[in-house]
């Protein structure tokens, strides 16, 4: 799809009668907007700032939306190609923000290596796009709509092949190679004049305040002294990077003969030579391969994938949907957690006494409740304590409130008992980021909570206790079905007694408790999250003290990792041993503050005085 004369906005052509396709591409730096004609004749381009959809706001991305439509005709389909976006959840967030500005539009969303893919001129049964611009990635597609990726983890994590690896692998072997032989090189001195540096000495102030696509704008000063060998050996090794990732998806798809390798980015249009060193390296594994360097921006990508859904007859099918949330497991009646509680119908108009009265009452009536299953909670210590006696492990899996309180207990055991970080793990749905935001979409992620298992690497003889107030998180049960699978032993708590669980996902001990409602409907992390924090010090205190962490009611293995712990410390060998404080201190000092090591120096087992 050649671009030809582009007619600005404003003059006298209509575009009424036209089918008008706009094409988006969204990146970290800028996003660029073409609109084409069905003969695909560049009616209207426009340059507006990043929408890297990871990283751009909803607010933001609809000012970027908003100021490609005040500079375009009013198009007939549009096709979103973002950097950022990777999943369902990221393709229905979009959409929904493009919609408020082109509400009855046929729309498209995907991701920015697809577009570019498609503005390929040559034709093949598999295309695979090499990106190596800022950042690099591989993505291939074939005839039957698979496709595979490999690559696009980032500039800490990845990007192999990129122009910011070729600049930063050669920066680091200029500074080494100054530092060795104490003479600064032509190249050297060419690269300060890029940077309109004075000395050496200068990079170290300008690196650490450099920005990725700062780092990666250098790579063309170095290309330009290939004839350094150290210099065409990075470059090499960088072609060869891409090279197999670029093989890697074209054998995921089972490619042959008819492969179209499409190189992509500025490294590529700019540097023939890098183009060449791929070519080779992919030749000997794909000797009847294609080879096309685009041109042309992904952006007319985007308007070719536009023309297509509104030529297919179930465009509506390509739009990207609301999510159907699924859940494995039913609920019989409503939770209890989600009723409105009679107590606090007036809650907000009620005093401060008033309120705090209440509070207070409804937090007291958790003890009842968890007494009622008690039973169960015993059988869930029992497999926990027995578990981790064998070298298994425990895996706590929640959403928000639920994973939090999970997280939270796992990262206290390793200093109150000295045990493994690894013996006892908590699993978030959303990840880190979680911890102190919502992420949307996360706790319904299925997947997700699958994923999750076969990451950590949950096996036979650990344990899965999944939380969910309400009985029914998606990412939850996706970690339950997956762990039973992996032959895990799997522990359930919830505050739904109505939960319907399916034969299959049954739990090894369910715990179900019936809290009542919430004083504000709904909010689990009240009552709720009090009694997951019961129950959980109940599971990680008990099982610690099974494995002989705990002597009477004193912790024996804490970690003294700071001045209140150490005084704890020498406290407790004093308890367990009848001696002096400066004897215990010195004891402890001798055995690296491990308390049972000093207790057995002093030669003591008793309990001391109880209360």
């Known amino acids: ?35 084409v004609d069905e003969h695909g004749t560049v009616l209207a381009e426009t340059t507006v700032g990043p929408a890297n959809a990871r990283l751009a706001s909803d607010a933001e991305l609809a000012e970027r939306f908003a100021s490609i439509a005040a500079s375009m005709p009013q198009p007939s389909a549009i096709c979103a190609g973002l950097a950022g976006v990777r999943s369902d959840a990221d393709q229905a967030r979009v959409a929904a923000i493009a919609k408020r500005i082109w509400p009855d539009t046929p729309l498209r969303v995907t991701h920015d290596l697809e577009i570019a893919l498609a503005g390929a001129v040559q034709t093949a049964q598999t295309k695979v796009l090499i990106l190596s611009g800022t950042g690099s990635c591989c993505y291939a597609r074939n005839s039957a709509g698979q496709s595979a990726k490999a690559g696009g983890w ?22 080494y190679g100054y530092d060795l032989e104490h003479t600064w090189p032509e190249v050297g001195s060419r690269v300060l004049q890029h940077l309109a540096l004075n000395n050496p000495e200068d990079l170290i102030d300008w690196a650490s305040a450099a920005a990725k696509a700062e780092i990666a704008e250098v790579a063309p000063v170095f290309f330009a002294h290939l004839r350094e060998p150290w210099i065409a050996k990075v470059m090499q090794s960088g072609a060869h990077a891409l090279s197999a990732q670029a093989a890697c998806c ?39 391969a294609e080879f096309e360097v685009l041109s042309q921006p992904a952006a ?34 409503q939770s209890p957690t989600e009723l409105r509680n009679p107590r606090s119908a007036t809650f907000s108009e009620m005093g401060t006494p008033d309120a705090v009265a209440l509070m207070i009452a409804e937090e007291g009536s958790i003890p009842d409740s968890l007494r009622r299953v008690q039973g169960e909670i015993v059988r869930a210590v029992d ?38 970080p690894e013996m006892v793990q908590g699993i978030i749905a959303g990840g880190q980021r979680a911890f102190w935001r919502a992420v949307e979409g996360a706790e319904d992620n299925l997947d997700g909570g699958r994923d999750a298992m076969r990451s950590r690497g949950v096996r036979g003889g650990d344990v899965v206790a999944g ?60 009552k709720a999250g009090t009694a997951t924090k019961i129950v959980l010090n109940i599971f990680s ?66 309990l001391g005085p109880q209360p």
């Open 250 to 288: 074209a054998t995921g798809l089972k490619a042959r003969d008819s492969v179209l390798f499409v190189f992509a980015g500025s490294v590529f249009q700019k540097q023939p030579s890098y183009v060449a060193e791929c070519e080779n390296a992919l030749r000997a594994k794909f000797p009847k």
């Open 467 to 526: 939380i969910a107030a309400s009985g029914r998180t998606p990412f939850v049960w996706g970690a339950m079905e997956e762990a039973k699978k992996r032959g895990a032993a799997t522990v359930f708590l919830c505050f739904n007694p109505h939960i319907d669980i399916p034969p299959e996902l049954q739990p090894n001990v369910l715990i179900a408790a019936n809290l009542g409602p919430e004083v504000l409907t709904g909010s689990t992390r009240l």
């Open 383 to 420: 497999l926990i304590a027995k578990a981790l006696s064998a070298g298994g492990r425990l895996f706590y899996v929640g959403a928000g409130t639920s994973g939090r309180l999970g997280a939270l207990d796992a990262s206290e055991c390793p200093p109150t008992f000295r045990s493994d």
């Open 541 to 606: 205190t008990i099982a610690m003290a099974r494995l002989g962490k705990v002597m009477g009611n004193l912790m024996i293995d804490l970690n003294p990792s700071n001045l209140k712990l150490r005084d704890r410390a020498v406290r407790i060998v004093q308890e367990l041993t009848g001696r002096s404080g400066s004897e215990a201190r010195e004891a402890l000092e001798q055995r690296g503050w491990v308390v049972k090591d000093a207790v057995a120096l002093l030669g003591g087992t008793k």
């Open 154 to 175: 980032g500039h800490l994590l990845g990007d192999r092949g990129s122009g910011y690896d070729l600049s930063l692998q050669c920066l680091r072997h200029l500074i």
């Open 1 to 35: 799809m050649a671009a030809k004369a582009c007619n600005a906005p404003g003059s006298s052509v209509s575009f009424l009668s036209m089918r008008v396709h706009l094409g988006i591409d969204g990146g970290g730096t800028s996003t660029k907007a073409i609109c």
């Open 300 to 333: 007319l990508g985007a308007c070719k994938l536009a023309a297509e859904i509104e030529s297919d007859a179930s465009i509506k099918s390509l739009e990207p949907q609301p999510q159907i949330v699924y859940s494995p497991v039913g609920s019989r009646a």
